[in-house]
């Protein structure tokens, strides 16, 4: 069964066709890659499902529920879970308060009780910091983590809304190469063991063909190719549109 249906979806700037009636479904528990050369419309397509923007046209079906037209925190709290930078904000709070300020909105409560109420959820709190190996680290302000650190507090935040999808846009951007295969690593069981349905994007070619049980391929706002990443690997589309980037054996960009 799927967990996520997307029929039709389409979405332009301007004179600029970003995303162009795409479907495609994710099943239950199923780890999914999207990629595509910059400016295939990966992001554009993330945001649609997020609710961060609207779609021109297409329908978004999450559990039977439909997204498109829903706003990003209604879409956050019916289980759409996706990592995103911290802001400032919340660079001045502690590991710990970040967890539990998500964990509070996404019961319901304002973050006007947050003040009062240090205690609030701070158990639950712990549990994911454990479950991303940063419990050590609860009592620190955010802003002095090292960069590979932020991101499993992200994804410990990402957790606090029990998601049943996650949307990862780049999960491993910026971080060294060991680190990245740490955090697939950490990710692919922590998706595993909840059952989480997961889409992502990577330009990293050997965390897709590594991680996803399959792969969808954009340009140009366009499903070009979809499959199993040995199959996709093979598709001449695909070589011929990532031609000269290396993007089948390597890294993509850089
Ligand atoms: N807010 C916006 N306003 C105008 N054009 C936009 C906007 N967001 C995206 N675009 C354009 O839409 C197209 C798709 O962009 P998008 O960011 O979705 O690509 P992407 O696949 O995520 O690329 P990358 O791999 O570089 O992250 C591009 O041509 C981009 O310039
Ligand atoms: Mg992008």
Known sequence: MSVLAVRGLSKSFGGVQAVRELDFDVAEGEVVAMIGPN??????????????????AGSIVFRERQLAGLGAPAIWRLGVGRTFQLTQTFASM???ENVQAALISHRGRTRSVFARAKTLFAAQADA???RVGLVDHAELACASLAYGDLKRLELAVALANA????????????????ER??????????VSERRISVLFTEHDMDVVFGHAARVLV???GRLVAEG???TVRADARVREIYLGSGVVGGRAED
Do not use: W
């Open 94 to 96: 502690t590991v710990r």
């Open 128 to 130: 994911l910091l454990a």
């Open 163 to 178: 998601p049943r999808l996650l949307l990862l846009d780049e999960p491993t951007a910026g971080i060294s190469a060991n």
């Open 218 to 220: 954009l340009h140009r």
């Open 39 to 56: 400016g295939a419309g990966k992001t554009t397509c993330f945001n649609m499902i997020g609710g961060q923007l609207r779609p021109d």
């Open 228 to 230: 199993d990443p040995d």
């Open 181 to 190: 295969q740490g955090l697939m690593v950490l990710i692919a069981e922590v």
